[in-house]
Nanobody, 121 residues
Framework: QVQLVESGGGLVQPGGSLRLSCEAS????????MGWYRQAPGKQRELVAR???????TYTDSVKGRFTISRDNAKNTVFLEMNSLKPEDTAVYYC???????????????WGQGTQVTVSS
């Protein structure tokens, strides 16, 4: 079993900042890529940012230059620093793990419970 626990969401004014965290816990040897997705009401879930174990990052175009993804491999934690937030960033943000290698084998496409981010004045 691998659990992903997110924190750091909330209400912020336009132009403000938030930092999301997601810690993976449980019985596993290692984790491959970690990422953040978001889903706004009435819209499909979309990739926001992704980071490999080797620290290679990718971002969706709408957040480039404003969001920064990072990870601490020793703590199995991924972060999303969000700056210059806009109302259109409002969504539930989900942590995702590509693959986790456990004593029972490889687990793929793991999700956290989601954390709400609301950007509003």
């Amino acid at each position: 079993q691998v659990q992903l626990v997110e924190s750091g969401g909330g209400l912020v004014q336009p132009g403000g900042s938030l930092r999301l965290s997601c810690e993976a816990s449980g019985a596993f040897y290692s984790i491959d890529a970690m990422g953040w997705y978001r889903q706004a009401p009435g819209k499909q879930r979309e990739l926001v940012a992704r980071i490999t174990r080797g620290q290679i990052t990718t971002y969706t175009d709408s957040v480039k230059g404003r969001f920064t993804i990072s990870r601490d491999n020793a703590k199995n934690t991924v972060f999303l620093e969000m700056n210059s937030l806009k109302p259109e960033d409002t969504a539930v943000y989900y942590c995702n793990v590509d693959s986790a290698y456990t004593p029972r084998g490889r687990l793929v496409n793991l999700w956290g419970q989601g954390t709400q981010v609301t950007v509003s004045s």
